[in-house]
């Protein structure tokens, strides 16, 4: 094959392994002549010689004599290949070493002169172990899968000859006193499997690594009791909610992997229960699980309650209250006078002194006589008398100022003319004036001036990035008014109670600022071309996916707005979406989708078909997102009860429904059981076919 193209190469070593599953006895045939290929400079021979390697040792119909001369044989090849920078090859040689590694130990136990084989296999091993800290994760997998067979057959099986298992490749199969093993390998075993486990001692976990050694210490468990104790100790201290993921990973990643880990971990010593493989565990096992099944949102709950006792044992700490105001000064502050300047009496560093006007009246009220009947009656004495002492300074300087006068401005919660007092009337300098207008607050400390003079200031232009950054706090500030427990009427009975014609909002309710901002979406910004919009929708959508349990209105009201804006906008050819790829209901539909079906358990049911129940429209691709849902075998009757549901009560996705589940019904024999009965009644041809 040497005078061959590349394509030709393969194309022949194609046809070998199509015969060889035709037929495995001719797999010797084929390793053979592949052995030297393996050796080529071309990088797909090597990857095709390395892949089909990895399968030739997984095939149940060779005997054990055959796989044994096999794996001598490759064991040279694999020694090479194992040093190959390329990670596809790397991954392939370290399953296919963990298959060899146990048939050549088995080799060198019946033949003690296999001084040559024994030192390759050493090697084998050391090449090995060397890719334990590789970048590439696929490698780090298949190394744990190696590092599980070297710990199999370098330590001893069970002592009982009725446990024993004829199959089982390990120290025990060793004679005694064999010249080439010796019994130190059952201590780096140790080593190994206590290397193996540090991975639950990490504080920054990684849930495939986790996962992946998870799965490999369950053949441990059951077929080296020796090493049970050893393993269990190392996860039962494992807990979830006191580790954290790497810096970059988003909290509804970092939640749903924790979720595998703990499911991960709930199957293996479910299985280790029902096995009896250590029965001294039981009870600690047993307690594990169900602090497990709590989730990682008890923990949150503590971690709430304890900085919430944190808060009160600070709040518990208390100074004696001062009978003096901060600011205590008889005289007026600085600047232009007002009636601002002559009632503070606070320090213009203090965390008080803001807006007051900002908040709606009836919180205002509320603090007032909140604060009112909390006050200390010496400080309010005191505070009064200051603010008398300043109006008889003020009043006292009066004369003595240029003619040049000025008010006090109007108080905009006021009346500007009933309440008029011909003694607040002072003069001011000129100089003063011009200084004055430089203070931050100009709404309270700017002086009245005729009205053929005023004119409002320009308003200066804001940068694309801070237009971004006042449209993120806008949503910001409507999402805060969702914890307002206010229930103000903004309409008369008569228009709540217009069917269709109604106002959106007839009562202000927590969830009320949904409306708003998806309003402001889809008709304010109804001209944006993505920047505004996304901003708005990423913020929403991030708030809905914090809880998205208790906050299905909110994506439905968001979603139902989107999906009717679109809906009237198509009478108009030119802005409607040419495809669901453009459409801002399908696309926001489907982030919701592929973020909450990974999240759903088996009590969300009703949940999730209420929600599919509520969305406005469905196509194939958004019911095609259930797949995943319905594949997995702990929630499937999940996903196939809220498609029997939209089969039965939405007749336009009846269809997109039926397509997939007889695509599962194909693809998917493990779910035949959920699928079979529903396409018996609704579309009997697919299960004929």
Avoid at 7 to 13: A, F, G, N, R
Avoid at 200 to 223: D, H, R
Avoid at 373 to 385: C, E, R, Y
């Amino acid at each position: 094959m040497e005078g061959l193209s590349v394509e030709d190469q393969i194309s022949h070593l194609n046809q070998a392994r199509k015969l060889a599953d035709e037929d495995p006895n001719h797999i010797p045939l084929v390793v053979k002549g592949i052995l030297p290929i393996a050796q080529s400079s071309e990088l797909r021979l090597r990857r095709w010689c390395s892949d089909f390697l990895v399968d030739c040792f997984t095939v149940k119909e060779l005997d054990d004599d055959t796989r044994k001369n096999l794996a001598v044989q490759s064991v040279d090849t694999c020694l090479q290949l194992l040093k190959d920078p390329d990670y596809s090859i790397q991954k392939n040689m370290l399953m296919c070493s963990a298959s060899i590694y146990p048939l050549i130990f088995l080799y060198v136990c019946e033949d003690q002169g296999q001084v040559d084989i024994w030192k390759k296999l050493m090697g084998l091993k050391a090449s090995g172990l060397e890719l334990w800290n590789s970048d590439h994760f696929g490698v780090q997998a298949a190394c744990i899968k190696f590092v599980q067979k070297v710990i199999l057959v370098q330590s001893y099986g069970p002592r009982d000859p009725r446990l024993a298992d004829s199959s089982d490749i390990s120290m025990s199969s060793a004679p005694s006193g064999h010249a080439l093993i010796d019994p130190t390998l059952e201590a780096e075993a140790q080593g190994l499997l206590e290397r193996l486990l540090y991975v639950f001692a990490e504080e920054v976990v990684s849930a495939p690594k986790i996962t992946c050694t998870i799965n490999c210490v369950g053949p441990l468990l059951k077929s080296r009791p020796t090493l049970a104790a050893t393993i269990l100790r190392s996860i039962l201290s494992f807990d979830s909610s006191a580790k954290r993921m790497a810096p970059g990973v988003s909290d509804s990643r970092a939640e749903l992997e924790f979720k595998f880990i703990d499911k991960s971990l709930k199957v293996l010593l479910g299985s280790v229960l029902r096995q009896n493989v250590a029965p001294k565990f039981a009870v600690q096992i047993q307690r594990y699980l169900s602090t497990v099944s709590q989730g990682r949102a008890s923990e949150k709950l503590r971690k709430r309650i304890a900085e919430t006792e944190e808060d009160d044992s600070n709040k518990r700490v208390k100074l004696e209250q001062s009978t003096m105001p901060v600011n205590d000064s008889t005289t007026m502050p600085p600047g232009l006078s007002s009636y601002t300047n002559l009632f503070n009496l606070l320090s213009p560093n203090d965390p008080l002194l803001f807006d007051a006007k900002e908040l709606p009246p009836e919180i205002a009220v509320n603090l007032v006589l909140a604060g009112i009947a909390s006050a200390n009656q010496d400080l309010f004495n005191n505070s009064v008398k200051i603010v008398q002492a300043r109006y008889q300074s003020l009043q006292e300087q009066a004369p003595a100022l240029q003619p040049n006068t000025a008010q006090f401005p109007v108080d905009s919660y006021g009346d500007d003319s009933d309440d008029f007092d011909p003694k607040a009337i002072v003069t001011l300098d000129a100089t003063e004036n011009d200084m004055a207008q430089e203070e931050e607050d100009e709404e309270d400390e700017l002086e009245l001036m005729p009205a053929s003079e005023f004119s409002l200031p320009v308003q200066e232009k804001l940068t694309p990035k801070e237009s971004d950054r006042e449209v993120a706090r806008l949503v910001e500030r409507l999402i805060s008014y969702s914890n307002v427990s206010l229930e103000t009427s903004l309409a008369g009975a008569d228009d709540a109670n217009k069917g269709l014609n109604r106002v959106a909002l007839s009562d202000w309710k927590p969830d009320s600022w949904i409306v708003l901002a998806s309003r402001i979406l889809t008709r304010g910004l109804c001209s944006d071309d993505g920047g505004k919009g996304d901003i708005m929708r990423d913020h929403i959508f991030k708030y809905a996916m914090g809880n998205f349990r208790d906050r299905i209105e909110i994506i439905v009201t968001w979603l139902s707005e989107e999906w009717y804006n679109e809906y009237v906008r198509k009478a108009n050819a030119d802005k409607r979406p040419a495809s669901h790829s453009e459409s801002q209901y399908y696309k926001w539909a489907g982030k919701i989708l592929d973020q909450v079906v990974p999240l759903l358990e088996m009590e969300d049911s009703k949940l999730f078909i209420r929600l599919l129940s509520d969305l406005p429209e469905l196509d194939f691709d958004l019911i095609h997102k259930l797949k995943s849902l319905c594949i997995d075998p702990d929630r499937g009757q999940v996903g196939f009860r809220a498609l029997k549901f939209l089969i039965m009560l939405r007749p336009p996705a009846k269809q997109a429904c039926l397509d997939l589940i007889a695509e599962l019904y194909r693809d998917d024999p493990d779910s035949r059981p959920n699928s079979e009965p529903i396409l018996k009644r609704y579309r009997p041809e697919a299960i004929q076919a």
